[in-house]
Each structure stands twice: as structure tokens, then as C-alpha cells.
């Protein structure tokens, strides 16, 4: 499986940007994907996450509200709208697919089995 994320950018504060994380797997529709990212200095924090089956998605509590994620099965992307962007959303961002085994658990990085090269959003006060 190979991810490639996409649309990061220079915003300002209050903007918004909206990445793609684009996949090549023929099995794409039954993965469960997720959002992260990581700021210079700081730890991996999870972003968003959408559960393949029930179609659930789960934010952290410092983008709820503010994002949204979604995907296009027929694309084999997903999307994750950010709106009333921060100066402490500033981060590269890293998509990630969990290939739909049990037990997934949509806030903990290391239950995704593939990860993308990660895109970097910069948002200006």
C-alpha cells in the first residue's frame, strides 16, 4: 500500500486548507485511515480517523469542530478539511491506513500499518 498526501500549504490564521492522502491498494474501501502529525520539537499527535466499516470518525480534542475527514471509495482517497486553521495547527501532517484487521484502535499510531511522506501545513498568525 502506498499513500501519497497532498495540499499542505502557507495559510493564515482563520483559513483553510483541505489535504488529500491519496492510496494505491485494490482494497482501499475496507481500510481504516487516520491523520497525524507533528510539529518541530513536539511528539506525533493524532489528528482524525475514519473506522472503513461503520464509517465512524474520531478528532482530538484540539481539532474537533474545526476539521473534517471524509474519503471517496471510487478515488481511493480521503480527505481532511481543516477550517479555522491555527498557529499551532502548524505541523507536517502524515496520512495512515490500518488494513481493516481487528482491533483497531483509530487514536494509537502504531495500529496503522502504512504511512504516507507527510505534507507540511503552515499557518501564519
Known amino acids: 500500500v502506498q499513500l501519497q498526501a497532498s495540499g499542505g500549504g502557507l495559510v493564515q490564521a482563520g483559513g483553510s486548507l483541505r489535504l488529500s492522502c491519496a492510496a494505491v491498494g485494490r482494497m482501499f474501501r475496507s481500510y481504516n485511515m487516520g491523520w497525524f502529525r507533528q510539529a518541530p520539537g513536539k511528539e506525533r499527535e493524532f489528528v482524525a480517523a475514519?473506522?472503513?466499516?461503520?464509517?465512524?470518525?474520531y478528532y482530538g480534542d484540539s481539532v474537533k469542530g474545526r476539521f473534517t475527514l471524509s474519503r471517496d471509495n471510487d478515488k481511493n482517497t480521503v480527505y481532511l478539511q481543516m477550517n479555522s486553521l491555527k498557529p499551532e495547527d502548524t505541523a507536517v501532517y502524515y496520512c495512515?491506513?490500518?488494513?481493516?484487521?481487528?482491533?483497531?484502535?483509530?487514536?494509537?499510531?502504531?495500529?496503522?500499518?502504512?504511512w504516507g511522506q507527510g505534507t507540511q501545513v503552515t499557518v501564519s498568525s
Open positions: 475514519l473506522r472503513w466499516n461503520t464509517g465512524n470518525t
Open positions: 495512515a491506513a490500518d488494513l481493516g484487521g481487528t482491533g483497531f484502535r483509530p487514536l494509537i499510531g502504531n495500529t496503522y500499518d502504512y
